[in-house]
């Protein structure tokens, strides 16, 4: 920044002027004392006191409690409502998951609305079965009738009487040669409420094909993310 010179006179300095006369603002204080150090009744000005307290060992920590109390609550919910986390175990979804993949779920999905066909579903412990959970992938809807020959799996919806085949890009082009898709479906509708699921590797899982359709109320949630092994992570 610079200043210039417009050529205005100076002011006179503070004192006596050369006429003579004194300038009245010389008798003024050029000190400001601010509200805090005026003078007491003695004349003497108080030393600043401190704006606030250090808070006590106590309150300190009462409010690590709470922050902690608070944190394992936002957990509890989140781990029992909302996310969860599985492993994968078996080779019943590969290529797509394979052992030892962690996949996250969304417990919320179905919650808000209806399972989609091609959604990747973890469903609940079912009688009969060696898995704990299931992991598979979602084929058929509510009302559609399935029917699957030789790794080709045909849909034909409600209202309809011409079976389309569905597209599955997920699946390996080696588990779709004919032979390698283990048992076929015969012509069946799938029940209200219910869906019909398989997993990618046709030759491999254990599915509606042994289990009927599965109940959507036993849906724990959509997996929708593999996020470790890190070299497996992929959007699911």
């Known amino acids: ?20 006369s004194s300038d009245p603002r010389a008798n003024e204080s050029d000190l400001v004392v601010s509200a805090s150090q005026h003078a007491d009744s003695d004349g003497d000005v108080p030393p600043n006191e401190p704006t606030s307290k250090r808070p006590s060992g106590a309150r300190a920590f009462f409010d690590w409690v709470v922050v902690i109390a608070v944190a394992l609550l936002v957990a509890f919910v989140v781990r029992g409502f909302v996310l969860a986390h599985f492993v994968v175990e078996g080779q019943s979804m590969a290529t797509t998951l394979d052992t030892g ?3 996250f779920v969304n417990k919320l999905s179905y919650r808000l609305h209806d399972p989609n066909r091609g959604d990747v579903v973890v469903l609940h412990q079912i009688t009969g079965t060696s898995e704990r959970d299931l992991i598979k992938r979602v084929v058929g809807l509510p009302g559609e009738t399935i029917e699957m020959t030789g790794c080709v799996v045909r849909i034909t919806e409600p209202g309809s009487n011409a079976p389309q085949i569905l597209d599955e890009p997920y699946l390996d082009e080696a588990d779709r040669a004919p032979g390698t ?17 398989m997993g990618d590797n046709r030759g491999g899982s254990q599915d509606s094909r ?4 599965i109940n959507e109320d036993d849906l724990v949630g959509r997996a929708f993310v593999v996020f470790w092994p890190r070299d497996n992570w992929q959007w699911l």
């Open 1 to 20: 920044m610079t200043i210039q010179d417009d050529g205005s006179p100076l002011p006179h300095p503070e004192g006596p002027r050369s006429d003579g």
């Open 210 to 213: 042994a289990l009927g359709p």
């Open 181 to 197: 898709c283990g048992p076929n479906v015969t012509s069946q509708v799938v029940p209200d409420d219910h869906v019909f699921v």
């Open 101 to 103: 993949d962690r996949v």
